[in-house]
């Protein structure tokens, strides 16, 4: 999405939040007015805000686009393809998803505001901005050489035969190496294929490490991160995946594992085919069919059926924030936009919903995850400072 484009829809968010309260200026009236006359599309999407009950379902109409376009129609088209590819299915699907964000903004900032009127300040600067994550990695072998990729190129191979792009370009020969470790820093997102095809989608902060020429009978990996899956199938050599408290095992299929050291819990979603999750600590075992999700406690393993759409959603460039707290909204911003939170004062530990596109600024960001209650200040070393908000700034400036 143009960055033009979606601070304009956030715009357009806050103006209809301040008509319904009666708070609207003249000059912002008339800025919503020609934004009306633009299209009937805007002119539908205006009534549908004002109707309480299609409020309420602004997240729901995205997810509902999604099913209604076949998910496993998008995944089909989004994963692992050129960024070319990618970007003229959004151009396509843009006029949908437009209005999709306008409702969902809506929505965020209605949930958030109806029971308070007082205006939001987010202290956050354009010079100190920060822009979304894009294709960093690095590569080490067990020889001990590294290798910093490309950024304009997508997806990597390493294997037996050396690393290269998946274009061709060769990057290196793996000579003595046994094995090799890709690491996407804080900031950073790579896609690889694993030496049988396997392909991986890694997400921000993530440690991928393997062998480059896998066994005869197992072919074994190891995760610290998250990361997608798409298991070449081989019947007579499984595919396992290595985490801090648990394994994965598998013969072909398509799953998500955030294993992130940080966090309190190992989350295992499966799209397609069946896995066997088995804890390491009472050696617990759960098999997961396609939209089941296992969470990994460290000391205890259970499953429950999920919205894989929702889960998945940093597959497809989306970022959500439904039902988490204001602590996991930002470790994944922290990842994401390679920035430290600090929390000053007492901070209440907030729920948040709805959720936005991963190629917006933090700043756009934050406005879409303002609280009455919260003040935001991103410092010149990319710390972003969360505290209380004085009720004497809110109270004088808007």
């Excluded at 804080?186 to 396997?198: I, K, M």
């Excluded at 050291?261 to 989350?267: N, V």
């Excluded at 393993?301 to 959603?313: D, F, G, R, S």
């Excluded at 994944?332 to 209440?348: C, F, H, Q, T």
Aim: aromatic fraction near 8%; charge should be positive; glycine fraction near 6%.
């Amino acid at each position: 999405m143009d960055p033009k484009e979606e601070e304009k829809l956030i715009h357009i968010s806050s103006l209809v939040l301040h008509e319904m309260r009666g708070s609207l200026s003249d000059e912002d009236r008339l800025f919503l007015e020609g934004w009306l006359q633009e299209s009937a599309m805007n002119k539908h999407i205006y009534q549908r805000c004002l109707d309480e009950a299609q409020r309420r379902k602004g997240y729901a109409s995205l997810q509902q686009f999604e099913k209604q376009r076949n998910f496993e129609s998008i995944k089909a088209k989004l994963s692992f393809r050129s960024s070319k590819s990618r970007q003229g299915l959004m151009k396509r699907l843009w006029p949908y998803l437009a209005a999709a964000s306008v409702l969902l903004a809506l929505s965020v900032v209605w949930y958030w505001n109806q029971d308070n009127s007082r205006p939001v300040q987010t202290h956050l600067g354009a010079v100190n901005d920060r822009l979304p994550a894009s294709r960093q990695a690095i590569i080490t072998l067990s020889d001990g050489r590294q290798y910093v990729l490309n950024r304009d190129e997508k997806q990597v191979v390493i294997d037996g035969s050396g690393i290269r792009y998946d274009d061709g370009h060769k990057v290196a020969s793996i000579n003595a190496a046994v094995s090799a470790k890709i690491e996407t820093p804080r900031g950073g997102t790579y896609d690889v294929t694993l030496p049988d095809g396997t392909q991986v989608k890694l997400n921000a902060g993530t440690i991928l490490s393997y062998p480059t020429v896998f066994a005869k009978d197992r072919r074994e990996v190891s995760l610290l991160g998250e990361a997608y899956f798409e298991v070449k199938k081989r019947k007579d050599q499984p595919f396992m995946v290595h985490t801090q408290n648990q394994q994965v095992q598998v013969l072909g299929t398509h799953f998500n594992i955030n294993a992130y050291p940080t966090a309190t819990q190992t989350k295992t979603t499966l799209l397609e085919g069946k896995v066997q999750v088995k804890e390491l600590v009472k050696g617990q075992k759960v098999t997961l069919l396609p939209g089941d999700q296992s969470v990994n406690t460290g000391t205890e393993l259970i499953k429950h059926p999920v919205n894989i759409q929702q889960e998945i959603a940093w597959i497809y460039g989306k970022f959500n924030f439904d039902g988490k707290s204001l602590r996991q909204v930002m470790d994944e911003l922290s990842r994401w936009y390679a920035i430290d939170v600090i929390y000053k004062g007492d901070v209440p530990d907030v729920s948040f919903f709805g959720g936005t596109f991963r190629t917006s600024k933090l700043s756009t960001i934050l406005k879409i995850l303002k609280d009455q209650d919260l003040s935001y200040h991103l410092t010149d070393d990319g710390k972003l400072i969360i505290e209380k908000s004085d009720p004497k700034e809110q109270k004088g400036g808007q």
